[in-house]
């Protein structure tokens, strides 16, 4: 067991001091954790969700594919150009790129919506601080209202079997009637979030400025969007313990638009797709699932469960406070994909112990590990990005300075979220 939890300590540290190569640490960490014993090759296999894998890749190309489709800046021109003010429009495309990460990756949202923001900022002679600092917070919070949204997401899915329908109204055994899903208390905490970025802008009352309205490539990623929405909504009826339907319901949608893309749009390829699908991801992904799996093999989170026992006939409440801000807290400064993943189990497990509602824990987990990323700029990748691009532009943004912003977003979004799942839940 020891040796399990010092080759996970040791991968997790690797990652709080190197983002860049996450895969590259992960993969090292499996290699010696084979090497000592901490984990055997059988357990490989078996320790990656396939399901999961296969849902983030086919929903990862898809994703590629929608911004190739220049939708997204198709939609925004005309956002831009029907605002009063500059900083009506500033919040609308904060709401829009928002609403395009619940469906595609934080980081292809900020990358995309950046250029937009700083040319509206420009003509408007104003700073891009804080708009790209609010698209990045927008865009991470968005990431696990659904799904496919997020990396985060897609691991509590696995962890508890949810289903794409049950992120907007869930049922479970212990709650067969049902009740709304994490979908609702993530556009609450949003509302509650863009409030605070509105204070930001309201200042800026200068006439909106006008841009060209980008002009849509194709509408076919669109068209394959939508259906693998539809696959995933059915993914219950034919696979109702959540092990294969959607995983091959989306790579063969996004194989379907992988050929599209090389058979009808040769001509006009920038480039090979697979250079820009950050595969690296997939693998980080797999490589996270097999390393929890050895925590669980080697009985850490047993362990865990019963160290944490002292907390039995403690209040409720409390005990959902703690891992709620405790999850933001570790967040603001560590990458949430391997501390969701790991504590998943520990809350799941703890949750039975206490009499607690599932619910409560996992999906408390969640909405701290993903809105606790908001508060610095090295809690999320997107914000890194965010910040290098404004760094590039000649506007170079302190630990302070993105504090300032992100921080009472957090509060505000995080407070709203926790409070009607608290009320939902309890």
């Not at 900083?87 to 495309?93: D, K, R, T």
């Not at 990045?136 to 919070?141: D, F, K, M, R």
């Not at 040769?266 to 797709?273: D, E, Q, S, V, Y």
């Not at 993903?370 to 809690?379: A, D, F, Q, S, Y």
Request: proline share 5%; net charge positive.
């Amino acid at each position: 067991m020891w040796k399990a939890v010092i080759v996970f300590l040791a991968v997790y540290t690797g990652l709080v001091i190197s983002n860049r190569y996450r895969p590259l640490i992960a993969w090292a960490g499996i290699a010696v954790a084979l090497a000592i014993g901490a984990l055997r090759w059988g357990e490989l296999p078996g320790g990656v969700n396939w399901n999961v894998i296969g849902i983030f890749a086919g929903s990862l190309i898809l994703a590629r594919l929608f911004s190739y489709s220049r939708l997204p800046e198709t939609i925004s021109d005309h956002l831009i150009n029907r605002s009063r003010h500059a900083g009506a429009a500033f919040l609308y495309i904060i709401i829009f790129a928002s609403i395009f990460s619940i469906f595609m990756d934080n980081v292809v949202t900020v990358l995309l919506f950046a250029p937009i923001a700083l040319q509206i900022t420009a003509k408007a002679k104003v700073s891009p601080v804080p708009v790209i600092i609010g698209l990045a917070v927008s865009s991470n919070l968005q990431g696990m209202a659904i799904l496919i949204g997020d990396t985060p997401s897609m691991i509590l899915a696995a962890a508890t079997r949810m289903s794409f329908i049950d992120f907007f109204w869930h049922t479970s055994r212990s709650i067969p009637g049902g009740r709304p899903g994490i979908f609702w208390l993530v556009q609450l905490g949003a509302g509650a979030g863009l409030l605070v970025l509105y204070q930001f802008f309201r200042k800026n009352r200068q006439a909106s400025v006008s841009v060209p309205v980008t002009p849509v490539k194709s509408w076919i990623p669109v068209y394959l969007i939508v259906v693998m929405i539809l696959l995933l909504s059915v993914a219950t009826v034919f696979d109702p313990d959540f092990k294969w339907f959607g995983g091959v319901a989306c790579l063969l949608t996004g194989l379907a638009g992988f050929i599209w893309y090389q058979v009808q749009e040769r001509k006009n390829l920038p480039g090979p797709i697979w250079r820009e699908l950050g595969l690296g991801t997939v693998f980080f992904l797999m490589s996270v699932f097999i390393l929890v799996h050895m925590l669980e093999e080697r009985g850490v989170v047993g362990a865990l469960v019963e160290r944490l026992g002292w907390l039995q006939g403690k209040n409720p409440f409390l005990i959902y406070s703690f891992i709620v801000w405790f999850s933001v807290l570790i967040s603001a400064f560590i990458d949430n994909v391997p501390y969701i993943a790991a504590m998943l189990p520990v809350v799941i497990s703890l949750s039975h112990t206490l009499g607690v509602p599932p619910e409560l824990l996992t999906l408390g987990i969640l909405i701290g590990s993903c809105m606790g990323g908001n508060i610095t700029p090295v809690g999320a990748a997107a914000n890194l990005v965010a910040v290098g691009i404004l760094e590039r532009e000649g506007h170079p943004v302190s630990f302070a300075s993105f504090v300032k912003i992100g921080l009472p977003f957090t509060v505000a979004a995080t407070g709203a979220s926790y409070a009607a799942l608290w009320f939902i839940f309890k």
